[in-house]
């Protein structure tokens, strides 16, 4: 596994088991892959298994396009939950 | 067939027809039903929502039902387009109040049907079958006084004290008055047939109704188990979507199944054992329900697509809210519109709220899902799936599917734009 992946382990392993049949993920860049329902799922993971709400503004196909968008998309909610 | 001048006609003897029997049997308000078709007949709309139960336990149903063993359906199951997997519901999770058990039913219709009409017989509903009415006949106070009858090649006037149609979507007295206006936006076409070895779900799900997406605009498909050994599946889309791809039915059957993997695993070693049969399930509604002298119930009134199995419970709330009001009509000898209009106050609040509820779901279908798995909504969503649209002053989680829709809409790059249809909101 790459070390650049920063996402946590839980969200990895969880990202991983709902792409299959693809391949796990190893590159940060490489496209997440994420249909509508998917993402609705990955979601509902954040929230109560991560305890990381993602709000409706914040569904940008941007967001979820790369493990790094997802990575950065993360870190910014806990910086700022961090300042709150 | 005499028909006293102080009674209740009933043209139609299906669920609501029947049900309306039922309640007005009970209160000793003398009615005849009269059925053009000879009962048992095939019709589809074989699922139902919780909220039935509660008609069915006033009108002493339930017996019946348990007696003849129809499935008892304890959920719903839903089946995302191209990916494999489900979302699902369980009744237990939302208790209702006045319903004593944590599940509805699925029906044969052409049994269910014929027993809901013996059994308002037995209340002492008067049945007639086979006998065609042509039209509600109007007195010179342009009250509802009776109606037409074409038996054998004659016409019968029957006089009646008021009038009920319960025609279903032959909407006899909604094309009489010219009320009738077809939905602009939903014009749905289903193409389905009874079929044995489908392969049931999870052990859960394996009694729930399974509706599966398919990767066409506002296309699903049914599956709702019938006996131990017969399912009942149902392709819909729009139309045009049937008309443009000229296909024989089984081949458009054929191709949509194959489009969802999970129904196309369901159907693997599926054998079809009654004919396909086309249904156009265009949406519409009468501008009136209710008028001097007679009200429209069920079908007959308002006709929603059909996708949450609404059709039942609306027809057997219309029986009971229409019931109530011929009740008091009859206490007080007063058939006006004015007497009878808060029935169709109550159905059309609730009817309205079933419309906006499936707008709302085929305007943006990765909605449902999220708001089925949101802490926060579910409960909410479960109770209107449930059935529970009647006497409900405001409905919140409407609200917020509108606004949820309105953040997708406005966001720029949000990554559900694209699954956006092109229906308006308002």
Same mark, same amino acid.
């Given at each position: ?6 996402l ?11 792409r ?48 790094r968008?997802?990575g ?10 961090a300042?709150? | ?62 017996p ?8 008892k ?42 027993? %809901? ?24 106070? #342009? ?37 009738? #206006? ?18 049931k ?33 149902g ?7 049937f ?11 054929e ?17 079809r ?5 086309l ?5 519409? #509604? ?11 119930i ?5 006709f ?20 109530e ?12 519109e004015?007497?009878l ?11 309205e ?15 449902f899902t ?11 969503? %479960? ?15 409407l ?28």
């Open positions: 596994m790459s070390a650049t992946l920063s946590p382990p839980k969200l990895l392993e969880y990202l991983n088991e709902s299959q049949p693809l391949p796990p993920i190893t590159d940060p860049d490489q496209p997440l892959q994420i249909d509508s329902l998917g993402l609705i799922r990955l979601i509902s993971f954040l929230e109560t298994e991560l305890g990381i709400r993602v709000e409706d503004e914040e569904l940008l196909a941007d967001n979820f396009a790369t493990a968008a997802l950065e998309l993360l870190a910014s909610k806990s910086a700022g939950a300042n709150e | 067939m005499n028909s006293d001048s102080n009674e209740v006609v009933i043209i139609g003897g299906g669920p609501a027809g029947s049900a309306l029997g039922c309640y007005l049997s009970k209160a000793g308000i003398k009615n005849t039903i009269f059925e053009a078709a000879n009962h048992p007949r095939p019709h589809v709309g074989e699922s139902m929502v919780m909220s039935s139960v509660r008609v069915f336990d006033e009108i002493d149903f339930l019946v039902l348990e007696r003849e063993g129809f499935p359906k304890y959920g719903a199951s839903w089946h995302p387009p191209v990916t494999k997997g489900e979302a699902d519901i369980s009744f237990d999770e939302f208790p209702q109040e006045g319903v004593n058990q944590d599940y509805t039913y699925h029906v044969d219709r052409q049994r269910f049907d014929l027993l %809901l009409l013996k059994h308002a017989e037995s209340l002492g509903t008067r049945v007639y079958q086979g006998v065609q009415a042509s039209e509600v006949l109007f007195d010179e106070n #342009k009250y509802a006084r009776g109606i037409r009858l074409r038996i054998a090649e004659q016409e019968v006037e029957v006089p009646a004290r008021m009038v009920v149609d319960a025609t279903g979507r032959q909407t006899l007295l909604g094309k009489q008055l010219r009320v009738k #206006k077809n939905d602009p936006i939903f014009d749905q076409f289903a193409v389905h047939a009874w079929f044995k070895n489908v392969e779900a999870k052990e859960k799900s394996s009694n729930y109704i399974h509706i599966y997406f398919l990767p066409v605009e506002r296309g699903w498909a049914w599956q709702i188990p019938i006996t131990e050994e017969i399912t009942s599946m392709i819909v889309a729009e139309k045009k979507v008309k443009e791809g000229r296909m024989a039915p089984g081949d458009y059957f191709k949509y199944v194959a489009s969802n993997p999970d129904l196309a695993h369901a159907m693997r070693h599926a054998k054992v009654n004919d396909f049969k249904e156009g399930d265009y949406s519409y #509604k009468m501008d009136t329900f209710a008028g001097n002298g007679f009200v429209l069920g079908d007959a009134a308002r929603v697509d059909p996708i949450f199995s609404s059709g039942v419970s609306v027809a057997l709330y219309s029986a009971k809210y229409s019931s009001r011929i009740k008091y009509a009859f206490e007080h000898n007063d058939f006006s004015a007497v209009k808060p029935y169709e106050k109550k159905l059309r609040a609730g009817t709220i079933w419309y906006e509820f499936i707008t709302l779901y085929y305007k943006l279908l990765p909605l999220k708001f089925i798995e949101s802490k926060q909504h579910r409960v909410e969503v %479960l109770r209107l799936l449930q059935g529970e649209v009647f006497d409900r002053s405001e409905v919140p989680v609200d917020a599917m509108r606004k949820f829709i309105r953040t997708v809409e406005e966001t720029p790059g949000h990554a559900l734009a694209p699954m956006l249809s092109n229906i308006p909101i308002g």
